[in-house]
């Protein structure tokens, strides 16, 4: 089944403790793509990845690493967790931006990561 | 960056109403997506439309464009309690991310 997997995906944590949130998709995908989701403010982006070793800011990456090491993996990295990243985080993928099916950029979300920090 | 903003921010019909959501946007755009949520979960892809068609169908779904007044309508006839969920235009302008609004929260009351 084509799918993009996150784990973990519930964690409780506290101030300072690095932490991962793993990301992979099945699809060949080229994009990929983390947002988080606050109640009031919708779907902000982290960080977004067109390649392989291709990675830029979204509109929030501040507190945030990630890297794309390979094709199918995308995994968010919170080197020094404060609780204002407290939230819902989002990994999805595409073709790309113009490409596949569709020739646009359709995304396909992972199930979500709830993350609180303590 | 917020470029498409829904309107309501909440719905509330009775199952069997039409359910009519607006998005608004500021630039222009390649296409507009519709996703849907199911409380807590990830986004669904529902339908696009691109910025030289006027009107998409896909079920009970009827997706309008006006590029001129840049704006957009979602359209769900004939809802039913599964329709609840939030609702959430995303606008694509070609070689940049998706830009996602607020979302509507529609729901459907049996």
């Known amino acids: 089944e084509a799918q993009v997997t996150q784990n973990p995906r519930y964690l409780i944590t506290v101030t300072g403790k690095k932490l991962t949130v793993t990301c992979s998709q099945n699809?060949?995908?080229?994009?990929m793509s983390w947002y988080r989701q606050d109640p009031g403010l919708g779907l902000r982006q982290i960080y977004y990845?067109?390649?392989?070793?291709?990675?830029d800011k979204g509109d929030v990456p501040e507190g945030y690493k990630v890297s794309r090491k390979e094709k199918r993996n995308f995994p968010l990295i919170l080197e020094s967790p404060s609780p204002n990243q407290t939230s819902l985080y989002f990994c999805?993928?595409?073709?790309?931006?113009?490409?596949?099916?569709?020739?646009?950029?359709?995304?396909?979300f992972g199930a979500g990561s709830r993350l609180t920090v303590l | 960056s917020q470029q498409g903003e829904e309107d309501p921010q909440a719905l509330s019909i009775q199952e069997g109403e039409n359910a009519t959501m607006n998005c608004s946007y500021k630039?222009?755009?390649?296409?507009l997506q519709w996703y849907r949520q199911n409380s807590g979960r990830g986004l669904v892809h529902l339908i696009l439309?691109?910025?030289?068609?006027r009107e998409k169908h896909s079920g009970r779904l009827r997706v309008t464009l006006d590029t001129s007044k840049k704006s957009s309508s979602l359209l769900i006839t004939a809802s039913r309690a599964a329709d609840t969920a939030s609702y959430f235009c995303?606008?694509?302008?070609?070689?940049?991310?998706?830009?996602f609004g607020k979302g509507t929260r529609l729901s459907v009351i049996a």
């Open positions: 999805a993928s595409s073709f790309s931006l113009a490409g596949g099916p569709w020739g646009a950029n359709v995304l396909t």
């Open positions: 699809m060949n995908h080229e994009y």
């Open positions: 990845s067109m390649n392989v070793e291709v990675t």
């Open positions: 630039t222009s755009i390649n296409n």
């Open positions: 439309i691109r910025s030289n068609e």
């Open positions: 995303a606008t694509d302008m070609g070689n940049t991310p998706l830009v």
